[in-house]
């Protein structure tokens, strides 16, 4: 396959990701502007800043307000992670690539783009919010079974794995990142409800509320939401599950191509490091350093890749 | 139905009976009712915009994209009358072949005093960098997509040979899937020839044409200016269904003295290359400098053997409308036949006598430029205002050499889904050939466009036309 | 003056740029051929920094060899050496051979279009009938009015620029002589080569003069900036439209990085 076409796919897997990760913020944070409007700008202005987009948002509005924060995240053309801008990077890579792709793919991102083309035409008012989001947890997950169900597995259904999950791993760190001091021992304040809602929100933004409850009885304790966002395997969203979905299908292309590449040895250091931490450990060396470091070590395997299978130059 | 007698329509002849190729459509036609079909139209629209087949249209302030619009009556052709077609185009591309060979070698046509010297010696789509140059089995232009209109029950004439890189033919199947996708039932009840295997054969047909260093399969790929070419469209689908890379200019190198396409493992050769990028824009070492669509030294490597480009440089010559008045010469030159298919009969307004006629009948006849295409910079005469006339007789004496001029032509006419019922509008039909050193082929069929506007002549996408599926049925 | 000679050769072109080129190409036209008068007896190039993509004849029969530079590269040599017999025949190459019909020559590129300098200059002589004499009284004309001079501003005059600027280099002579000869209906063509002079060895650069063909002898040389025809101490390398289409050397290169050239030629007789 071209390399334009792999980078191609790998972005436009991205964007799909980043469609949904988008639409998930503005729920989780429309959930506490409902429940709670006391919370409310504070938490649009971390929703912002776990985006990095607050300093774009704050040159736009002067104020922080929901109506133009959800509007800001769901059709600024500006803004390049709202669901417009994603969801139409997401096309413009899928038309790049069309020919690795089974036409339903095509047809499942094509029509994802054209429904919200319409949807987002007009700036959205808070009663459709619901609806819409709904479209767009629709259409992404008629992409994803398209691709599941029609794609060859091959080096083209590889790449698309490995954007989803690096997209995926990317959203989950920032919210960490953003949020870690609510999760740190040292301010914990136990049963203190302001808490419960922002660890709530976490979980929110990372579609990960449901699964937190099943498998921990729906007791809040930071310490468990952390290690259950970072490390545990089980879930979909966590760094370690994505991570050895990258390694697995960078192993996929390694065997298919019979050669081995400077990123496969990087990608096993980060998912060598997830299988060998605990919580505690993680805890001890710091929160936030850690996740600073996932970050950077992420970034540079995004480069390796793009290097060691030439999606530009 | 008989609206305008002057014109042939190819389904109403006179009175209320259909011509024969239509007998069964007509019937099932009068079991439909008119607001159910306009509601399969709707959908069909709907799935054209799923399906992306879609061209950009340019000058607006934000690119757009738009659909050609589609009409579900399909275009219906006799067994006997597409084999006498297929015969005509099967000499014409044969003989445009060997013109080309023949322009870029001796130019015996020239020595022999069948088309003057300056026909060439003019012409801006005569390229100097191909003297000399014999591509594999001399093919030269691969794909040609020649314009036939119709005047009458068996007046078929050629309006123009598209010898450098036709498009279209992606509605051509695209079209015929929407029609069995939507009325299956009158394909049982039809007889229609199949036009889905033209990928398949496209790619047999490119494979042949390989340069001698390659040794086994040979790699295609189809050659994009991209995604924001206003038929991008039709190179992503024919590349996907011939099962090929779709490449861009980037994405090529000269390495190893092939040209290469950067992929995941490293640098691959190409064998031929269908390339939608145009002369000019092709390689900006050896033509525009300035151009980023194209691929340094691919010229070169051409030239040294290393990759077939399909069609070659410089076919534009034989597909100039002022090559196009020496048609019947050029065929009767190279194949020793008359040729089978007619030409519209055309004043070369170079000619002092031809231009004073054209100026004095400037009204009835239509005009083009002679390197124009898509129906751009054109005349209908009949259509036009004093101001419009006025306007282009200063350009005609200003320019003589720059335009052609031939009859108003009173195109057929096929009926179309209006908001009545049935409503006949002028159509035209381009057939695609394929050559190879195999021989030619011809898909059964083509593209029917069809002016939307009630009355007009005019047939291109880019002004208002549609298309149709076109049926050939067999015997 | 002999009317054969056995030249020896030795041409090397360096490129230092200041910064790594990412990627470059190069066309060279830089391979004499053996034809009558003029028998190649060896002939090597050599690439240091680059290497040879392919070699094809173009519609010149100019032999090329597109070059690649090696990515990253900061300087690259191309050295030809190889020995020439060449013998004197009145600078006369003769009857038109191969593909390209005449009437090209008599087409004019951008670098050769007669404008007003030209064809003023083309009328202030009186035009002897034959044409060959009037090819020379032209050469002997251009020379007067623009006299030779290494004095130049820029590298890739028109014909047009050099009348207006007076003074000219080989070059520059042999534009205003396919343009003037052009504008005179004479199919013309540019020759890029070797000189010998006689009283060095080394020389300051590669040679260029004209080609029109004249309806008896066929092609003819016209050296105007030494006023004569080539004789035995030329060795004719490319032939092309003007300049652009003979040039030993011509590309295209991504980066940003300035560009210096430096020649170095011997031609000796052996």
């Known amino acids: ?313 | 139905m008989a609206e305008s007698p002057k014109f042939y329509d190819e389904m109403y002849g006179h009175g209320d009976a259909a011509r024969v190729p239509y007998s069964d459509y007509a019937k099932w036609f009068s079991g439909e009712e008119v607001g159910n079909l306009r509601r399969k139209s709707s959908q069909a629209e709907a799935l054209f915009r799923l399906t992306g087949i879609t061209f950009n249209v340019y000058g607006m302030e934000e690119e757009t994209e738009r659909l050609i619009p589609f009409d579900i009556v399909p275009r219906i052709i006799t067994a006997k009358e597409w084999a006498m077609l297929e015969k005509g185009i099967d000499q014409r591309v044969r003989a445009i072949n060997s013109f080309l060979h023949d322009i870029y070698h001796r130019q015996e046509i020239v020595r022999a005093g069948r088309i003057p010297e300056e026909m060439i010696a003019k012409n801006d789509a005569f390229l100097p960098q191909m003297i000399g140059v014999a591509p594999p089995g001399n093919i030269y232009t691969h794909i040609v997509g020649t314009d036939l209109v119709r005047t009458g029950e068996n007046e078929f004439y050629v309006l123009e040979d598209n010898a450098r890189t036709p498009s279209g033919v992606s509605y051509m199947l695209e079209n015929r899937e929407t029609m069995l996708h939507m009325f299956p039932e009158l394909f049982s009840r039809n007889k229609v020839r199949r036009v889905s295997h033209y990928p398949r054969s496209l790619r047999r047909s490119l494979s042949a044409c390989a340069p001698p260093v390659c040794l086994e399969n040979p790699v295609v790929a189809v050659l994009t200016p991209g995604i924001h070419n206003s038929a991008y469209y039709e190179h992503a689908f024919l590349a996907d269904q011939m099962g090929v890379e779709l490449v861009e200019g980037q994405d090529l190198r000269v390495i190893d003295g092939r040209v290469a396409m950067r992929t995941t493992k490293g640098y691959e050769p190409i064998d031929v290359l269908y390339r939608r990028v145009d002369d000019e824009f092709l390689d900006p070492m050896n033509f525009n400098p300035d151009s980023v669509l194209g691929v340094p030294g691919i010229l070169d490597v051409y030239r040294a053997g290393g990759i077939t480009i399909a069609n070659a440089p410089g076919t534009g010559i034989a597909d100039d409308k002022a090559i196009y008045s020496y048609m019947p010469e050029i065929v009767e030159f190279y194949t020793g036949e008359k040729a089978i298919l007619k030409n519209v009969p055309t004043w070369r307004c170079s000619e002092p006598e031809a231009l004073q006629y054209v100026l004095d009948n400037l009204p009835e006849l239509v005009v083009k430029e002679v390197h124009g295409s898509g129906g751009y910079g054109m005349l209908v005469g009949p259509a036009a205002s004093k101001k419009e006339l006025a306007a282009f007789r200063a350009k005609l004496e200003a320019k003589p050499g720059n335009y052609i001029a031939q009859p108003t032509l009173s195109l057929s006419t096929v009926p179309i889904l209006a908001k009545s019922g049935l409503a006949p509008r002028h159509v035209d039909l381009r057939p695609f050939a394929l050559a190879s050193p195999k021989g030619v082929e011809i898909i059964p069929g083509g593209l029917t466009r069809v002016a939307l506007k009630k009355g007009s002549l005019v047939v291109n996408s880019s002004q208002g036309g549609g298309t149709k599926d076109t049926w050939v049925l067999e015997d | 003056m002999n009317n054969k000679m056995k030249l020896k050769i030795s041409h090397t072109t360096s490129y230092h740029y200041d910064k790594p080129v990412p990627y470059a190409l190069q066309q060279l036209r830089l391979r004499p051929k053996s034809r009558p008068n003029q028998a190649v007896l060896a002939w090597d190039i050599n690439i240091a920094g680059g290497r040879r993509q392919v070699s094809f004849e173009d519609e010149h029969a100019n032999t090329v060899d597109l070059i690649s530079f090696e990515p990253g590269v900061q300087d690259i040599t191309v050295h030809c050496e190889g020995e020439v017999d060449v013998s004197d025949n009145a600078g006369v190459t003769g009857k038109h051979l191969g593909f390209v019909p005449l009437w090209l020559f008599e087409r004019s590129t951008p670098l050769t279009v007669a404008g007003p300098n030209v064809r003023g200059l083309v009328s202030e002589f009186d035009k002897p009938k034959d044409t060959l004499e009037m090819l020379h009284e032209l050469s002997a004309h251009i020379l007067e009015k623009v006299p030779y001079s290494t004095d130049q501003t820029s590298s890739e005059l028109t014909a047009e620029q050099v009348v207006e600027a007076g003074h000219g280099v080989c070059q520059d002579h042999a534009h205003v002589f396919i343009a003037a000869a052009r504008s005179l209906g004479i199919p013309a063509r540019y020759v890029s080569g070797y000189l010998m002079m006689d009283d060095r060895v080394s020389q300051d650069a590669s040679h260029a003069w004209a080609e029109a063909h004249t309806p008896g002898l066929g092609w003819v040389g016209f050296d105007i900036s030494n006023g004569i025809s080539p004789d035995a101490r030329y060795v004719r390398v490319a032939t092309g439209l003007d300049y652009l289409g003979a040039a030993p050397v011509s590309g295209m290169r991504y980066g940003h990085g300035t560009e210096n050239m430096l020649v170095k030629l011997q031609v000796e007789q052996q």
């Open chain 1, 1 to 313: 396959m071209l390399g334009k076409t792999a980078g191609g796919v790998f972005w436009m897997l991205r964007y799909m990701e980043r469609t949904e990760n988008t639409a998930r913020m503005i729920d989780a944070g429309l959930r506490i502007s409902l429940t709670r409007s006391s919370a409310a700008e504070s938490e649009w202005t971390s929703i912002l800043t776990a985006m990095g987009l607050l300093s774009a948002y704050l040159e736009k509005h002067e104020t922080v307000e929901g109506g133009k924060v959800v509007n800001f995240l769901l059709r600024d053309k500006s803004n390049p992670s709202s669901v417009m801008s994603a969801v139409e990077a997401a096309r413009t890579n899928a038309r790049l690539v069309r020919t690795a792709l089974t036409r339903e793919v095509w047809e499942a991102v094509n029509e994802c783009w054209m429904d919200l083309r319409d949807l987002l035409a007009r700036p959205v008012r808070e009663q459709s919010l619901p609806d819409i989001l709904q479209v767009i947890r629709q259409r992404s997950a008629y992409v994803r079974g398209s691709l599941h169900g029609t794609m060859v597995r091959n080096d083209v259904y590889d790449f698309a794995r490995i954007g989803t999950f690096f997209e995926r791993a990317d959203n989950a760190a920032r919210v960490l990142d953003v949020k870690y001091y609510i999760l740190l021992p040292s301010i914990m304040h136990v049963g203190s409800a302001s808490d419960n809602v922002q660890w709530e929100t976490i979980l929110r933004a990372t579609s990960s509320a449901r699964a937190y409850q099943t498998l921990h009885e729906g007791e809040y304790d930071p310490r468990m939401i952390a290690r259950f966002l970072i490390l545990d395997k089980r879930l979909p969203r966590s760094l370690a599950f994505c991570y050895r979905k990258i390694s697995d299908n960078l192993d996929y292309i390694a065997k298919d191509y019979g050669d081995r590449m400077p990123c496969h040895g990087m990608v096993e250091k980060i998912c060598h490091r997830f299988e060998t931490m605990t919580i505690d450990k993680i805890f001890e060396y710091g929160l936030h350093e850690f996740v600073t470091e996932f970050l950077s070590e992420s970034q540079a395997l995004g480069r390796q890749i793009e290097i060691d299978y030439r999606f530009y130059e």
